[in-house]
């Protein structure tokens, strides 16, 4: 059974930084790549970064390349989303996700809360 556990939301200050992490359990060893993306209310989930999970290639989203950054921690089967320098449009629900191949997500947490204050 494979589970995602998003943590490190919450609420930050415009131009703070916030830390989030995803903590996997299951067949990690047949995923292709972690993601992150967000969902801000009234819009459709959007994708933010994402990293393979043997190479550790990365990709992001180009509004917000330079201010986020992925990496992971293969031996404790967790992805980290670095968010710098935040802005009010931030504010979102933040999911991880698994994919087992051509970037195609098969599982999904449960979300974890960002709001930034002005």
């Known amino acids: 059974q494979v589970q995602l556990v998003e943590s490190g939301g919450g609420l930050v200050q415009a131009g703070g930084s916030l830390r989030l992490s995803c903590a996997a359990s299951?067949?990690?060893?047949?995923?292709?790549?972690m993601g992150w993306f967000r969902q801000a209310p009234g819009k459709e989930r959007a994708f933010v970064a994402s990293?393979?999970?043997?190479?550790?290639?990365?990709g992001y989203s180009d509004s917000l390349k330079g201010r986020f950054t992925i990496s992971r921690d293969v031996a404790k089967n967790t992805v980290f989303l670095q968010m710098n320098s935040v802005k009010l449009e931030d504010t979102a629900v933040y999911y991880c996700?698994?994919?087992?191949?051509?970037?195609?997500?098969?599982?999904w947490g449960q979300g974890t809360q960002v709001t930034v204050s002005s």
């Open positions: 996700a698994a994919s087992t191949g051509n970037y195609l997500y098969d599982y």
């Open positions: 299951g067949r990690t060893t047949s995923w292709f790549a």
């Open positions: 990293i393979t999970w043997s190479g550790g290639v990365t």
